[in-house]
Structures are given as structure tokens and as C-alpha cells.
């Protein structure tokens, strides 16, 4: 697989990431570890050598795992993982509270590089922002880490232009990661052209709309009861009913291409900017063998074209509006 240049600080990693929050946490129970272990290794033998994480996933859980999976191939692989929320209270399981003071993003490192087994956090995102904290002292506090040889690059997650401008400013921003899939291109409108400018990577997370675009589920699919999607408007019946329009649009694509609607819904995302690596998540092999193929379909300014001239919109909101309101897009 090529490999994409994340930043002007030489950070490559291959075209298409993996995501790994769904092996311990968000869609259900989790999956038996030692056969994540086995498909995040199967990753590296086809090509990954970027894994994205974060300290909340489980929490804690995730990062381990991940730490456990690529022990073996430190220095041939890139993880990224995020800091910015704590408990609300010492016995509350939930993360419910934003948290990036500097002296807790230095506390979250040091658990971040215990878990995963390494001495540098390869990129380390601020997971969302937090009003109560100045991006500027943010920064500062990675920057810290940097100078320390704790941390090697710089992220956020779901930020807006001006506080990628303002972080940009402090410490050099590497890649932003943001939701953006063929039914969420929010991102188009202000964050694109910022970061085109500013010459930072960008990192798509559900590029696959949450699973929704794989063309594996309908408005009659049904979730397990700790499946976060059952809380979002856009999985709503009656919004994935609407929604089947976006599936139809990608398997009539996928046909004139010989591939399937997932690796046309990443190739779409591959081809709208070298510096765009999306990080689709699995928990099954034959998945993750099917999204590492999508690098290899290209697609023709006439197919772009197809797929723009749709001119789809999306039925349903993103996220709860209380969800809504932690991003800044």
C-alpha cells in the first residue's frame, strides 16, 4: 500500500488506517481480544501502519490492547491516541467531562505510554475541544511533551478553523481528525481549505459512516442494547430508510468498478486530497481486507462526478445535540 505524508514534519503513514475503538468499546460487547490481536496483526501483514485509539476507549481497555497487538512491530507502525476527558466524579464509569488542563494532559500521557508500551506517543490528539481551557495552553502542554521526547506529534479532533489557527500558532499542528464520509462533508465548507493552507493532514474517523455505507444494513437492522448507534438521530428506522439512497448510489458505483460500496465510499474519501488518510474500524478480517483494498479502485473524475451530482443529503443529525455542541465544525 502507498504511504500519505500527514503534516510538514515527515510523519507518513499508509493510505488507509485502522480504527481500533470498536475491538473494546461503542458497538456492543466486546469482541474475544486474542482474535483482535490476531486482525490488528494482519493489519501490519497487509500493509497498515497507522492505528488510532484513545485513553477513553473502554476506557483504558482499548489502548492496552492496542499496546499488546503491535508490541511487536515498534518503530515500523504509527499509533495515535487521544487525552481530554476524566471521569465526572472518582466513581463515575462514564467520561462525561472534558478535561485539558495541562497538568491532566501530562498525567494522561504518561498513562497513554504505560498502556501502550512505547516512549513516545507517535500522535497525540486533544479528542475534543474543551471551552474551559485556552487551545493556546493546550498546545503548550503538548509542546511540552514534544520537547520532552514523550509525545512526537501534534493533533486535534474535531475542531474548528480557528482553533486549529490558534493551536497552529503555539505547536504545529499535524493532522486533524474529524468525522467525514460521503454523508457527513461538513468538513468541506471551512476545515478542507484551512488545512490545505496550513499544510496539516487530515484524518478521517468513520469514513463508513459508522458501517452504515458498507451496504450491510437497513432500516429493519437491529442493534445491541450497548450499541452507541442506537442513540444517534441519523440510525433512527426512518432515517436509515432515507438514508438506503447513499447505499444505492455506491453499489451502482461499486458495480461499474468491480468492487463493493465500502471501498467505493473510501476511495472517494482517498480521492479528494493526497494528505486525507481515513481510518475505517472492523472487527472482522474479511472487513479489513476488504478496506485495505479500496486504495487500489480508482476513481475517475467522472465517477466524482456521479457521486456530486446526487447532490445527497443525509436524514438525520450526526449526534445527539449534546454531542453536537462538544464539536467545532
Known amino acids: 500500500m502507498d504511504n500519505r505524508r500527514l503534516g510538514k514534519d515527515g510523519l507518513e503513514v499508509s493510505a488507509v488506517g485502522l480504527g481500533c475503538m470498536g475491538m473494546s468499546f461503542g458497538y456492543g460487547p466486546p469482541p474475544d481480544r486474542q482474535a483482535m490481536i490476531a486482525l490488528m496483526r494482519r493489519a501490519v501483514e497487509l500493509g497498515v501502519t497507522f492505528f488510532d485509539t484513545a485513553e477513553v476507549y473502554g476506557p483504558f481497555a482499548n ?14 507502525v504509527v ?22 488542563r495541562p497538568e491532566h494532559i501530562k498525567q494522561a500521557a504518561e498513562g497513554s505510554l504505560r498502556r501502550l508500551k512505547v516512549d513516545a506517543v507517535d500522535l497525540y490528539y486533544q479528542h475534543r ?5 485556552a487551545i493556546e495552553d493546550v498546545a503548550g ?9 514523550k509525545v512526537k506529534h501534534f493533533g486535534l479532533s474535531e475542531a474548528g478553523v480557528q482553533t ?27 476545515v478542507l481549505p484551512a488545512l490545505e493552507e496550513l499544510g496539516i493532514g487530515f484524518v478521517p474517523f468513520s469514513p463508513l459512516g459508522k458501517g452504515f455505507l458498507t451496504g450491510k444494513m437497513n432500516e429493519g437492522t437491529k442493534f445491541d442494547d450497548s450499541d452507541f448507534r442506537n442513540t444517534l438521530p ?37 480521492a479528494r486530497k493526497p494528505w486525507i ?20 479502485v480508482q476513481l475517475t473524475p467522472d465517477d466524482l462526478r456521479d457521486i456530486d451530482d446526487a ?7 450526526r449526534y445527539p445535540e449534546a454531542l453536537e455542541r462538544m464539536t467545532g465544525l
Open 63 to 76: 489502548e492496552e490492547l492496542v499496546g499488546e497487538a503491535l508490541a511487536p512491530y515498534r518503530g515500523k
Open 79 to 100: 499509533i495515535a491516541t487521544k487525552f481530554g476527558f476524566t471521569p465526572a466524579s472518582p466513581e463515575e464509569a462514564r467520561w462525561s467531562r472534558l478535561d485539558s
Open 129 to 133: 475541544v474543551d471551552p474551559s481551557v
Open 141 to 149: 502542554a503538548v509542546k511540552d511533551l514534544i520537547a520532552q521526547g
Open 164 to 190: 486549529i489557527r490558534r493551536a497552529h500558532a503555539v505547536q504545529p499542528v499535524t493532522a486533524v481528525q474529524s468525522e467525514y464520509s460521503l454523508w457527513t462533508r461538513e468538513p468541506e465548507q471551512a
Open 234 to 270: 441519523r440510525f433512527k428506522p426512518e432515517a436509515r430508510k432515507a438514508n438506503l439512497a447513499f447505499v444505492h448510489l455506491l453499489a451502482r458505483l461499486a458495480a461499474r468498478k468491480h468492487a463493493t460500496p465500502a471501498q467505493i465510499a473510501l476511495a472517494w474519501v482517498l
Open 277 to 296: 488518510v481515513p481510518i475505517p474500524g472492523t472487527t472482522k478480517v474479511q472487513r479489513l481486507e476488504e478496506n485495505v483494498g479500496a486504495a487500489g
Open 311 to 317: 447532490k445527497l443529503a443525509p436524514a438525520g443529525a
